[in-house]
T-cell receptor, first 116, second 113 residues
Framework: GAVVSQHPSWVICKSGTSVKIECRSLDFQATTMFWYRQFPKQSLMLMATSNEGSKATYEQGVEKDKFLINHASLTLSTLTVTSAHPEDSSFYIC????????????FGSGTRLTVV | AQSVTQLGSHVSVSEGALVLLRCNYSSSVPPYLFWYVQYPNQGLQLLLKYTSAATLVKGINGFEAEFKKSETSFHLTKPSAHMSDAAEYFCAVSDTGGFKTIFGAGTRLFVKA
């Protein structure tokens, strides 16, 4: 149980194009999902907190217009990297909290984005 | 503000040897602490978590960690390393609301045959 599916697992796109990454909770409802970015050999940096039915909360320094987050349903959150540039190349990971009483988080398998 | 410091970006042990990965935290409120493992190009898998219950927490794959408030530490241990334990390990802290998790820089564990 408590599975989060992230798609695609990897994507290559050209500079200037947009890429959408999906994060789905398969067997539970996730009112809150989190989006992280991970540079090679570095830790995860929280980008934003995605709340179902409302605007996402972005961390300081994260461009809201660059990284569009939509959480339209209790099982789906999407991250769109708009007008991607090579410096946006990274590993993006989503997570969702499935156990509000016991702080259970589950993570997606991540998306490797390469912008050429 | 909360933070996590993982001592040692790389740890190398021999197969069968004790694994010790160090984590110190800083928190102005009672923390909730986690250890995650990440294999290459994969997401994170929860090994164990401390949520103010027993200070010695047992997790999956034979790992355990002890919460020591006096030392603000939450070190991860495993009595006998296996080759399959080679991965990146992250210590993380969350506030009592549980809405934001802060990760340490990670420690890569190498296991030698």
């Amino acid at each position: 149980g408590a599975v989060v599916s992230q798609h695609p697992s990897w994507v290559i796109c050209k500079s200037g194009t947009s890429v959408k990454i999906e994060c789905r909770s398969l067997d539970f409802q996730a009112t809150t999902m989190f989006w992280y970015r991970q540079f090679p050999k570095q830790s995860l940096m929280l980008m934003a907190t995605s709340n179902e039915g409302s605007k996402a909360t972005y961390e300081q320094g994260v461009e809201k217009d660059k990284f569009l987050i939509n959480h339209a349903s209790l099982t789906l959150s999407t991250l769109t990297v708009t007008s991607a540039h090579p410096e946006d190349s990274s590993f993006y990971i989503c997570s969702a909290r499935w156990d509000s009483n016991n702080y259970g988080y589950t993570f997606g398998s991540g998306t490797r984005l390469t912008v050429v | 503000a909360q933070s996590v410091t993982q001592l040692g970006s790389h740890v190398s042990v021999s197969e069968g040897a004790l694994v010790l990965l160090r984590c110190n935290y800083s928190s102005s409120v009672p923390p909730y602490l986690f250890w995650y493992v990440q294999y290459p190009n994969q997401g994170l898998q929860l090994l164990l978590k401390y949520t103010s219950a027993a200070t010695l927490v047992k997790g999956i794959n034979g790992f355990e960690a002890e919460f020591k408030k006096s030392e603000t530490s939450f070190h991860l241990t495993k009595p006998s390393a296996h080759m399959s334990d080679a991965a990146e390990y992250f210590c993380a802290v969350s506030d009592t609301g549980g809405f934001k998790t802060i990760f340490g820089a990670g420690t890569r564990l190498f296991v030698k045959a």
